[in-house]
């Protein structure tokens, strides 16, 4: 069983910074497509980054230029630095991983296998 553990949540000033890590338990970590995802109270839960195996990155419109996803396969951890951060940005992030089935989105949350417990951001305006 996989597990995955996110860190680095927090509360920061609207157009501060945080950085977030997802740690993998397992190997074969460099195998797995890689995600964030983001839930605002009482709204659906919203695909932000997604990291490939061969290291190609997708993100939403919204954060576009302002996060970066990133992977380290010999810490079988994952990042999400987070620049210039907005009150809209507020909500429980969530990392996600697995292997994707042949020709499957990148963006559909029910593709992933694994999913961390979740770690807080809160952006004050």
């Known amino acids: 069983q996989v597990q995955l553990v996110e860190s680095g949540g927090g509360v920061v000033q609207s157009g501060g910074s945080l950085k977030l890590s997802c740690a993998a338990s397992?190997?074969?970590?460099?195998?797995?497509?890689m995600a964030w995802y983001r839930q605002a109270p009482g709204k659906q839960r919203d695909f932000v980054a997604r990291?490939?195996?061969?290291?190609?990155?997708l993100y939403r419109d919204s954060v576009k230029g302002r996060f970066t996803i990133s992977r380290d396969n010999a810490k079988n951890t994952m990042y999400l630095q987070m620049n210039s951060l907005k009150p809209e940005d507020t909500a429980v992030y969530y990392c996600?991983?697995?292997?994707?089935?042949?020709?499957?989105?990148?963006?559909?949350?029910?593709?992933?296998?694994?999913w961390g417990q979740g770690t807080q951001v809160t952006v004050s305006s």
């Open positions: 996600a991983g697995g292997i994707l089935r042949l020709g499957a989105s990148s963006t559909d949350a029910s593709e992933y296998d694994y």
């Open positions: 397992a190997n074969g970590f460099s195998l797995f497509a």
């Open positions: 990291i490939t195996s061969a290291g190609s990155t």
